[in-house]
């Protein structure tokens, strides 16, 4: 028998021996040839399908496919931003142009844009602002707490706790019925007036009580839509692993309560921020008392556009901030 009649065996190199069991096939080793190469030098593991695979050196490559959607799309993106911003410089020229040509627009100025009386009411309108700043803080933290336990209180079903259950949701129909104003005239007014031992007289503390009372119920609402959309599955695995009903809210529910509410958070406290200057009512000098001064002695209103600029350099981040916290919910969430 010769040599090409033994099994396995060819007569060209590099082809794969015939019928040798369990073998495994050779190419030929010519330089780009090979037929299982999909790494060969500029191209890509997906080859011709323009996928993206791994380069010589085993590197994640790009396929020309994905080069050329990735390069359209910043094209478009590039192109949207341009017709926004001409879009809105139009908007602006032609808003602008229509105000200053209207034959009111010389009084206007002279009544809400004088640069002289801008400057003489920055520094009280901006010590004002600071008890605005102050006014608010406390009364975010305060309207958390609140808000949570009242979100809590209406959450109990057990039936000892009914009264408890009834006085949270009387507390919440109550206060998000009744206007904020009033709230701040009823408690800065009223509580003083009936002279028990302990109660504050301080007008900014009866501001931050009166705010913490009407927003603590629109927040306790949005904390009990948080706790009432987790599903009730989280609940029964929490219990079944043997923590009780306090550590399951605690541990299990809350914190992903808390991350779905944070924007709706954000925008009552948004609100919060700008319902600060409704506590001029009752007389503390905050933003608007200084301007509402200023303003009566010179019979200008200059003054409160000076307010509305600071309390818009306070709004204008936190919204922001809004809506990127609200980008990312989506994202995770894969919307």
Same mark, same amino acid.
């Given at each position: 028998?010769?040599?090409?009649?033994?099994?396995?065996k060819?007569?060209?190199?590099?082809?794969?021996?015939?019928g040798e069991?369990?073998g495994?096939a050779?190419?030929?080793?010519?330089?780009?040839?090979?037929?299982?190469?999909?790494?060969?030098?500029?191209?890509?593991?997906?080859?011709?399908?323009?996928?993206?695979?791994?380069?010589?050196?085993?590197?994640?490559?790009?396929?020309?496919?994905?080069?050329?959607?990735?390069?359209?799309?910043?094209?478009?993106?590039?192109r949207?931003?341009?017709?926004?911003?001409?879009?809105?410089?139009?908007?602006?020229?032609?808003?602008?142009?229509?105000?200053?040509n209207?034959?009111g627009?010389?009084?206007?100025?002279?009544? +809400? &844009?004088?640069?002289?009386?801008? !400057?003489?009411s920055l520094? /009280? *309108?901006?010590? =004002?602002?600071?008890?605005?700043i102050? #006014?608010?803080?406390i009364?975010?933290?305060l309207?958390?707490?609140?808000?949570?336990?009242?979100?809590l209180?209406?959450?109990?079903?057990?039936?000892? +706790? &009914?009264?408890i259950?009834?006085? !949270?949701?009387?507390?919440? /129909? *109550?206060?998000? =019925?009744?206007?904020?104003?009033?709230? #701040?005239?009823?408690?800065?007014?009223g509580?003083?007036?009936?002279?028990?031992?302990?109660?504050?007289?301080?007008?900014?503390?009866?501001a931050i009580?009166?705010l913490?009372?009407?927003?603590? !119920?629109?927040?306790?609402?949005?904390?009990?839509? =948080?706790i009432?959309?987790i599903h009730?599955?989280?609940?029964?695995?929490?219990?079944s692993?043997?923590?009780s009903?306090?550590?399951?809210?605690?541990?299990?529910?809350?914190p992903?309560?808390?991350?779905?509410?944070?924007?709706?958070?954000?925008?009552?406290?948004?609100?919060?921020?700008?319902?600060?200057a409704?506590v001029?009512t009752?007389?503390?000098?905050?933003?608007?008392?200084?301007?509402q001064?200023h303003?009566?002695?010179?019979?200008?209103?200059?003054?409160y556009?000076?307010?509305?600029?600071?309390?818009?350099?306070?709004?204008?981040?936190?919204?922001?901030?809004?809506?990127?916290l609200?980008?990312r919910?989506?994202?995770?969430r894969?919307?």
């Open positions: 028998m010769s040599e090409l009649d033994e099994p396995g060819t007569d060209e190199p590099g082809k794969a021996a015939v069991p369990g495994t050779e190419v030929s080793g010519g330089p780009g040839k090979a037929a299982g190469e999909l790494g060969g030098p500029g191209k890509t593991a997906a080859g011709e399908f323009g996928g993206p695979g791994k380069g010589a050196a085993g590197e994640w490559v790009k396929s020309e496919r994905q080069v050329e959607r990735e390069r359209v799309r910043r094209s478009h993106a590039r949207s931003a341009s017709i926004a911003t001409a879009s809105t410089i139009v908007f602006i020229v032609l808003v602008v142009s229509i105000v200053t209207s034959p627009w010389p009084r206007v100025q002279e009544t +809400f &844009f004088n640069s002289d009386e801008f !400057a003489k520094p /009280d *309108v901006l010590s =004002g602002f600071l008890l605005n102050k #006014i608010f803080l009364a975010e933290l309207i958390l707490v609140v808000g949570l336990l009242v979100a209180a209406r959450g109990i079903r057990k039936p000892a +706790f &009914f009264p259950r009834a006085l !949270a949701t009387l507390y919440t /129909d *109550v206060f998000r =019925g009744v206007p904020t104003i009033l709230v #701040i005239y009823l408690i800065g007014f509580l003083p007036a009936l002279r028990l031992q302990g109660i504050p007289t301080d007008l900014a503390t009866l009580i009166a913490t009372l009407s927003y603590g !119920a629109y927040v306790a609402e949005v904390f009990r839509s =948080g009432e959309s009730p599955s989280q609940v029964a695995a929490a219990r692993l043997g923590l009903h306090v550590k399951t809210i605690r541990f299990v529910v809350l992903q309560a808390t991350r779905r509410v944070v924007p709706p958070l954000l925008n009552d406290f948004a609100s919060l921020q700008k319902d600060t409704l001029a009752i007389g503390p000098l905050d933003s608007l008392r200084q301007a001064i303003a009566a002695s010179t019979f200008n209103y200059t003054p556009l000076a307010a509305a600029l600071l309390f818009i350099l306070l709004t204008i981040p936190m919204a922001r901030l809004t809506d990127h609200a980008a919910t989506r994202r995770r894969g919307a």
